[in-house]
Structures are given as structure tokens and as C-alpha cells.
């Protein structure tokens, strides 16, 4: 527990270049609920720190069970009582696009604040977290006048339609590695649905998605329609998880606390869907262009600290260029700019809690004993801060723990393969099943290589793209359900069958 003094703001953000985040981050730090931002019922709070220089940055509330119980009350009298639901869908619509035109308005800033927060390069945060969230809420505005019901051809006596109703209250809950982004790929289709929502930030990363609230509100969002709880996972999140009044959860984060969300969602038996984690395949052939294979494979596992679900962390190199492509990977990632990630010329930040900075150092010890050649990086990058160098470990072998564990963190796996099967072989003996990629010039060998890998996204000579009108998820144990694209919209409704006697 924190003591509850002010946390000495310009000191946590130094180097920012907006006044508003200084504005922002004085302000007390509360829940949002039924349109009103409230302390938490027991008066506790929270740090949340910049990983960047280990200062505390704000104190947050710490919401708990009594918190989200009233949330829910807010959020099922703005899906029962208030237009929420029923709103002409054109105005849903306009205020859709409304949220989206004011983080395009506040965009260097929720930039500074998630860089703050998280420890992620500003200009990464810039142009793709903050970028990401506008085009996100965007793309779903769209959606709202666009959610059809059918007609059926059943018996002349008899007129059957559908409609695609709402699910109800959901329960969001989200992680730390991108935070606004995650909370828009959430909101934003489940209010496009006509959903109210109740949004669980992760602990270490509450202030964007607070931000975010407020922006909402001078949308013109109704109260109760989203609402935002921050606290702890057993307390806030568990709350959410198993409470008999919320229709829906969505998680996004482990693959460990995804179990608990789906045995705590049996009590009402509420609909789950879970975005977990990965240990995704990166597969290059011999014939594949690696004078952009290497760097890609280098953002693919470095980008936002190695801090992505989706990262490349298996790298599968086929023998004969194996060498090579470890030599170059290696020079590229040691000459990574590493450090103050509000610097524009950094490439890569610290990760984002101590916790999340000891876990990688000591995955890092696990490669060595098991007998991985580390051949760059493996160590801290600054006396402060939780930064880590880029660190490659070659000669792994895929049944080692640090080509099996998600690490989460700067850290990647070069591992040889032999042929088109073996790669696949390799590729898919992980438990997880969120992205891959393959390398080749062999148009054929691409397609059936994308087909034969277990994972709900394939990157064909490219890493990481992602789009919005395109599904993510995962196979196996990264999860089910897909979000994003009109999959988003088959999560966050439900279907009605309507007979009319003629
Ligand atoms: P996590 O515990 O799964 O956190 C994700 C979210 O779930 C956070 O909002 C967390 O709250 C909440 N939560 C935790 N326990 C809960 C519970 N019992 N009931 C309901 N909600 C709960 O992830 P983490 O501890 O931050 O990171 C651990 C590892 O998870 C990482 O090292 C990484 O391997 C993986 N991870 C994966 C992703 C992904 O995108 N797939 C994202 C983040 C982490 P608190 O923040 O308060 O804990
Ligand atoms: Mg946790």
C-alpha cells in the first residue's frame, strides 16, 4: 500500500514535452463509474511507475469487489434503462467517431503518458498505439449502422427473422503491453454493438485508459455506458471475472490468469473470449530475402521491448544460411538504440516493472544453463531503469525452456531447420498458437507452410502488420474468439430468431 503522498510529478516525467500530461498527472487518479469519477470505497490506493526512471508517476485507486458491483449497476441502468442499446445507430456512430477524432486531437499526449506508463518509445506509441486507437474506434463507428439481421425462407405460413442484439454488461480486462490500444480493441465494437462496458486496466498501466475515459465523456458518451475500474487482478479483475451480473468477458494477458477468467465466468456461465500468450514461430528459408528478413525478424521479437504477444520469438533459421542470418541478426540487434524511450532516436525502452525486468534476467539465466550461446546482449542496459539489452540466444534447441516460455521480454531464439516439414514440425510443437511467419520466395511453399501452421495469424514475408479489419486470435492455448474485423462484432452480440404466424 502506498503511503498517500503526492507523488513528485515533474521528476517521474521529466522530459515530457506537453503541459497537459503534467495537467493530467496532478489530477487525483479515480474510477469511473456511472459517468462519475469516484475514489475507491476503501480509500485505497495505488503506484503505477515510470519504468524509465523507477519514479512513481501517480497514485491510482484501488478499486475492488465494492467497486465493481456499483460499476455494474451503472453499466446494466445505461443498458436497460438509458438509449445506449437502442440509440438510433447513426448517432452511436457519430460519437464513435467523435472519441476517435479526440485522441487524433490528443495524440502527442496519450503518446507521452502511455511512453510514461509503459516504457515504450514515444514515437512507437505515437504511431502505432495512439494511431492504432483512433483508427480502431474508427473502424468500428462504421460498423454500427452496419449490424444486419437475416430473413429466413421458412414455411409460406410463416415469417422468420433475426436480430442481432447486444450481448449486454461486459467485463473487459486487459494487460500492460499496450494499454490504450487494448482498451480501444475492447471498447470500441462492444459499444459499437450497443454493449455497456466495465474496463479493468492492468495495474501497471492504468493512466491512458483514464484518459481515454475522459475523452470519452467529452464525446458525449451516456453515463454508466463505459466505465473503468482500476486495481488488481484477485480483487478488481476477479470480481469482474466471476460476477453473476456481467454478461461478457473479455481478457486479453497469461495464459494462467486466462484459466481463472474461464472458471470464474461458470458461476452465470457468461460468455468468454481470451487473447493469451504466444510463442510465435518466425520461419525463414534459404531462398528468402534476408536483407529484409533480418531486420524484420529483429522488430518482430524486439518491438515494444519484446513486450507482444504475437512476437517472433522462435526464430527458425533453415541450415545453410543459419550462420549467416545469426551473424547479421546479431550485429543489427546489438547496435539497437536502447534508452530513454521519450528520446525520438530510441528504438527500444526499458520493460515495464521490476517484477517483468527480474522474470527476463532470470529467463536469460535459464538459456545459459541450458546450454544456449548467447551471442549479444543477455544483461541491464542502464544502472536505472528496467532496461534490458537485445539478447539472442542461438543454438537452442525448440524443447528448451526459452524456446517453450513466453518470456516476454527482449530476448529471442535462433533455432536451425532442415526442410519445408521439419520447419512446420518445429514450428507447431509449442502449446501455443497466436502468429507465425515464413520467409520464401517460393510462392507454393509460402501458402501451404501459412496453412500448415497451427495459429490464428500468418505473416508471409513481413512481421507483425496488423489491421483492424482483420481478425486476431489464437489457436490452441493463445486462446478463442477473434477480435477485431466483423469478428469482434459475432463476440459482442447475440442472435435473435423472430417466427411471425402470416
Ligand atoms: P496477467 O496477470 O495475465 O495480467 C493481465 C490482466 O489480468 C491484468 O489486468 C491483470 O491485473 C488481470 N488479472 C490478473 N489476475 C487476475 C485474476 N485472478 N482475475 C482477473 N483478472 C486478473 O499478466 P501479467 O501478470 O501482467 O504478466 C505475466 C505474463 O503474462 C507476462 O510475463 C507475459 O508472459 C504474459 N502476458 C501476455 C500478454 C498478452 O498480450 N498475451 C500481455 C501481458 C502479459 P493486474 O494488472 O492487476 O495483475
Ligand atoms: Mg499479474
Keep these: ?59 491510482v485507486a484501488e478499486g475492488g469487489k465494492a467497486d465493481v458491483d456499483e460499476a455494474v449497476k451503472a453499466a446494466r441502468k445505461a443498458f436497460e434503462e438509458s438509449r445506449w442499446p437502442r440509440l438510433n445507430p447513426h448517432q452511436r456512430a457519430r460519437m464513435l467517431y467523435k472519441i476517435a477524432e479526440l485522441i487524433e486531437q490528443h ?84 459499444l459499437a454493438c450497443g454493449n455497456t462496458v466495465i474496463l479493468k486496466p492492468a ?15 467529452e464525446a458525449g458518451l451516456p453515463d454508466g455506458v463505459l466505465n473503468i475500474i482500476t486495481g488488481f487482478g484477485p480483487g478488481a479483475g476477479s470480481s469482474i471475472a466471476e460476477h453473476p451480473e456481467i454478461d461478457k468477458v473479455a481478457f486479453t494477458g497469461s495464459t494462467e490468469v486466462g484459466r481463472l477468467i474461464l472458471q470464474a465466468s461458470t458461476g452465470n456461465l457468461k460468455r468468454v473470449s481470451l487473447e493469451l500468450g504466444g510463442k510465435s514461430p518466425n520461419i525463414i528459408f534459404t531462398d528468402a530475402d534476408l536483407g529484409s528478413a533480418v531486420p524484420t525478424a529483429m522488430m518482430g521479437v524486439f518491438y515494444n ?47 515495464v516493472s521490476k517484477e517483468q525486468f527480474d522474470r527476463v534476467r532470470n529467463y536469460v539465466e535459464i538459456g545459459k544453463r541450458e546450454g544456449a550461446k548467447l551471442t549479444t546482449g543477455g544483461e541491464a542496459a542502464a544502472d536505472r531503469g528496467y532496461f534490458i539489452k537485445p539478447t539472442i540466444f542461438a543454438d537452442v534447441n525448440n524443447n528448451m525452456r526459452i524456446a517453450q516460455e513466453e518470456i516476454f521480454g527482449p530476448v529471442a531464439a535462433a533455432i536451425p531447420f532442415k526442410d519445408e516439414n521439419d520447419a512446420v514440425l518445429q514450428g507447431n510443437d ?20 501459412a496453412r500448415a501452421l497451427k495459429a490464428g ?6 512481421y507483425g502488420a496488423i489491421d ?26 447475440q442472435i435473435k430468431s423472430v417466427y411471425v404466424k402470416l
Excluded at 444486419?148 to 503491453?177: A, H, K
Design 203 to 217: 495495474e501497471q498501466t492504468p493512466l491512458s485508459a483514464l484518459r481515454l475515459g475522459e475523452l470519452a465523456q
Design 430 to 449: 509449442t502449446t501455443y498458437g497466436l502468429a507465425a511467419a515464413v520467409w520464401t520466395r517460393d510462392i507454393a511453399r509460402a501458402h501451404k507452410v
Design 1 to 59: 500500500m502506498a503511503a498517500a503522498v503526492a507523488p513528485a510529478v515533474e521528476r517521474a516525467a521529466a522530459g515530457i514535452k506537453n503541459q497537459a500530461v503534467l495537467d493530467f498527472l496532478r489530477k487525483p487518479k479515480m474510477l469511473l463509474i456511472g459517468g462519475k469519477w469516484t475514489p475507491a470505497k476503501s480509500g485505497k490506493t495505488f503506484e503505477t511507475i515510470n519504468p524509465a526512471n523507477e519514479e512513481v508517476l501517480a497514485l
Design 468 to 493: 483492424p479489419i482483420s481478425p486476431f486470435g489464437g489457436y490452441k492455448q493463445s486462446g478463442f474468439g477473434r477480435e477485431l474485423g466483423k469478428h469482434s462484432i459475432e463476440l459482442y452480440t
Design 107 to 190: 495524440a502527442d499526449e496519450l503518446a507521452e503518458i502511455e511512453t510514461l506508463d509503459n516504457g515504450k518509445a514515444v514515437t512507437q506509441a505515437r504511431a502505432i498505439d495512439v494511431a492504432g486507437a483512433a483508427e480502431t474506434f474508427r473502424y468500428y463507428a462504421g460498423w454500427c449502422s452496419k449490424i444486419y439481421g437475416e430473413t429466413n425462407p421458412s414455411d409460406p405460413s410463416m415469417f422468420n427473422y433475426t436480430l442481432r442484439e447486444p450481448v449486454g454488461v461486459c467485463g473487459q480486462i486487459i494487460p500492460w503491453n499496450f494499454p490504450l490500444l487494448m482498451a480501444c480493441w475492447k471498447i470500441a465494437p462492444a
Design 457 to 462: 495469424t500468418v505473416w508471409i514475408n513481413t
Design 305 to 351: 521491448t519484446g513486450q507482444v504477444c504475437a512476437a517472433g520469438t522462435r526464430i527458425f533459421v533453415q541450415q545453410g544460411k543459419y550462420d549467416e542470418f545469426v551473424d547479421q541478426l546479431t550485429k543489427f540487434s546489438a547496435g539497437m538504440t536502447v534508452g530513454n524511450p521519450l528520446d525520438p532516436a530510441t528504438k527500444m525502452g526499458p520493460v
